[in-house]
């Protein structure tokens, strides 16, 4: 079978000598038939093989009748694919070649592709890499030789593996097997080569590579863009194929976590331009800015790592912040087209179902074999109180589908004549893209993961011994390449403008009480008492109920003789305790005790670690330790009591830390200064807008009005991470300055201060640090005092202007609009 696209030159030779070999072996080759597919030629090519037919009878055309216009399947150039497709369905024989109209590999190598097939072989490809006569005949162009070499490397480590060349246009198939893989293939490009050989592999039909002579031919119909597109038919390929692997009942689980996530935020898709989640306080108009800011920056081609549209004229760093450049860049489109409040709801929705896929997958793959066990674990590693806390505020800390991926690759590193150079590679490519997710997370996972290498090389010191060489070898390469590919990023984010060294937070270790009690947003929880235990909604970092660690201390003394358990039990006991904190409190004094956190409080990054946040390091051990047990319940092979009261065991743990419905409520209503474009005859170009007061984490409104304008103006302060004072120590928001220090004060009181000239001059000062250009004050509690303080700050009273009151800054030189009166 020969594939044809405007080969009315090479095709009389190639014809010639397949015909002259076949006849010449009459006892191997009693019966043969020659199919040429012209594949929509815009020469002569028809033409060239019918009069080959006319000579020999058995050579047949499938192409369009002579005399008439070209129709499908030939009326145009579809591709290799099609073409080696419609050949082999339209074959009889016993058995099939396929082979290139150039015949680079010459077709006295049949004979050796036979012998393989001979031996009970489903198909037999030519392999030029196996051949030390193989080469090119006529030099190749120097890019064509290095795409083809990467290429083959990438089809190798992703597609085919074991198959050292897979794009040999000679291969021999089993007649029967070669037309049912055909008749399923779905590529039309030059990737139909892989996709039949992925089918081969998928049905354990055997596959032998025989080395062949090969040389390259002049002429060749595959182009740069040839590469491009093989590319994405191997992305295609990948896909079709994970499909293919997920059954109906993992499908079932994964839809059934999507579900989930979307009751958890129906509030948010009832109207996500217009809904609010209310325990996150202000960080929802945060990551709303930052959704949008990225967008913006990446439709302008701008700096993805700094902006000043924020916290003007210093900027913020974008990259020092928790952005989520993994997920805003990629659905940046989602941004631009939908708004940033779209964007935010499908992070969450898809993040923490993703997660939870993950997770699933990971246990069935590692650690259980039912699926039913696999899927209460992973819906505890992705739904456990504390991530649900966190979705109300920080995906960085929701969203953690990364996790999975990486412990899997850690524990591939650990397998016996495992590839360590390719994991490690891609174990560097999972870390750097989860740094632009979540650094913090990954720290913690880093941490948790460290405990879990001590217990278990404690429990199995000759294992570990074993595998800490391709482990330690496989971690290098994975630092390298993360180091590689990290290195600018994390130079602009701990070296570049407003970068900052560590983030001042106080001791926040969970008290006790924080470990046994239900959280605020679970089933059996009350939001008063989780409340007087975290330090807020959204910091609600333990609160497994003592139902679930009564339930996991059982399963640890049942699974002790297990090393995997021990070592579990021991990271989740570690973790949790070191979450208590730097500090114990003596009870009725005033003192305190060292906590477990004290030690490590001033290392370097940890110490910029909310130590409660370290509990959330024992989930993915607490959901494991489930999904083994309930894998031990549903083997069937346990006492039908003992099975009751296991499953009741489980659903009385489980059952009060099921997350409730996250509450929203109806978001503040943009004025219609900013939301009808007003701002623009105030605000000249390149001029900051100073809200009252001034932005700050506990004021961020004004950031969604940005957001609505298309960030079309610049604001002073904001909510982000900055440095502060001469050692550039991280706080939240904008280092303080007089003015906003003293409108936080009045919006705090609702007191009136006396304004003298020193405070106007200072005033008139932050006005000129901040390029301002307008004063802007919304509705809210206390503007009546704010009102006031700024018309004494500012020596004129404002004008009511499109729902706010707006007060214009003229320039350093007395330009500008005019005042306010």
Partial sequence: MVPAYNEEHRLPRTLDAICRYLRSSPGRHAGWEVIVVDDGSTDTTADTVREAAAAEPRIRLLGPPPGTAPAAPFARNHGKGHAVRLGVLASRG?????????????????????????????????????????????????????LGEAGNRVIRAVAVPGVRDTQCGFKLFDGDRARAAFGRSRLDGWCIDVEILRMFHGARWPVAEVPVRWAHQPGSKVGAL????????????????ALERIRAADRAVVLGYLLVSVVLFHGLWRDPRHRYLIDGGQDQNQWEWFFAVT????????????????????????????????????????????????????????????????WYWLLLRRFVTSRRAAALGGGLCAFAPAMVSHANAHPNFAVLFMMPLIVDRLLRLCEP??????????????????????????????????????????????????VRGPLLRGSAVAGGVALVLLAYPLYRQFFGAQSYASVLHGPAGNPPGALVEFAGRSLGGDPATADGLARGRTEQNAFFGWPLLALTAVVVVWLWREPRVRALAWTAFATVALSLGRSFPVPGTDWTWPGPWWPLARLPLLESVIESRVAMAAVPALGILLALAVDRLADGSRDRALRIAGWAAIAAALLPVVPTPLTTTDRATVPSFVADGLWRRYLPEGRTLVPVPVPDPAHAEPLHWQTTAGLRFPLAGGYFNGPYGPHRTGIYGPVPRYTSALLSWVERTGAVPEVGPAERRAAAEDLRHWRAGAVVLAPQPADGALRVCVERLLGRPGRWIGGVWVWTVPGRSGEGVSGGT
Wanted: net charge neutral; hydrophobic share 50%.
């Fill in 94 to 146: 016993r058995r099939v070649l396929v082979t290139d109209a150039d015949l680079a590999t010459p077709i006295e190598e049949l004979a050796g592709l036979h012998d393989r097939l001979d031996e009970g072989y489903a198909a037999a490809i030519g392999s030029r890499a196996h051949h030390p006569e193989s080469g090119p005949a006529v030099r190749r162009h120097p890019l064509r030789q290095l």
């Fill in 226 to 241: 040839d590469y491009a597109r093989v590319l994405r038919e191997l992305v295609r390929l990948r896909a079709a194929g």
């Fill in 295 to 358: 967008a913006d920056n990446v439709f302008a081609l701008r700096d993805p790592f700094f902006t000043t549209l924020q916290n003007a004229p210093s900027g913020v760093n974008l990259m020092a912040n928790t952005t989520m450049l993994g997920l805003s860049v990629p659905l940046a489109p989602v941004t631009a087209v939908f708004g940033p409040a779209m964007t935010w709801a499908l992070v969450l929705t898809a993040g923490l179902a993703a997660t939870a896929a993950a």
């Fill in 417 to 466: 004549g495992g590839r360590t150079v390719r994991d490690g590679v891609i174990l560097g490519l999972f870390l750097t893209y989860q740094v632009f997710l979540g650094e913090e997370a990954l720290l913690l996972a880093a941490l948790g993961l460290l405990f879990f290498a001590v217990g278990y090389a404690v429990v199995r010191p000759g294992v570990a011994r074993a």
